[in-house]
């Protein structure tokens, strides 16, 4: 037996514009939330042209959109002549995670995936 895979094209800026607006167009109530679909061809979307681009072209404030992208920590390791070593990590929440040591920069993904959860 074989299987076919289906792949699903993701839409085009230009496409995503045109649903945007069909979901504008066609929604029951003016306060009506953007529906999540709608949201995650945006964020795809904004992943690769950027946010600022996507938000305008889609009528999006920015602070919007970059609230539903998911989360991106990028942690930094500083060390100095002393072997002393500093882990930050910043969510895009604003919380902050900043672990200090010396020696040996310990094995910290449980860390950060907890602080992550």
Known sequence: MTTQRSTVKAPTLREASIMFQSWRNNKKFI???VPNNLWDVATDL???LGISKVSS???LTHSALKKHMPIRVEPTVQMNTLKAWELTCRRTDGTILSLVGTGVLPNVNNTVSAFLA
């Open 31 to 33: 306060c009506e939330p």
């Open 57 to 59: 072209t889609l009528h």
């Open 46 to 48: 904004a992943k690769i």
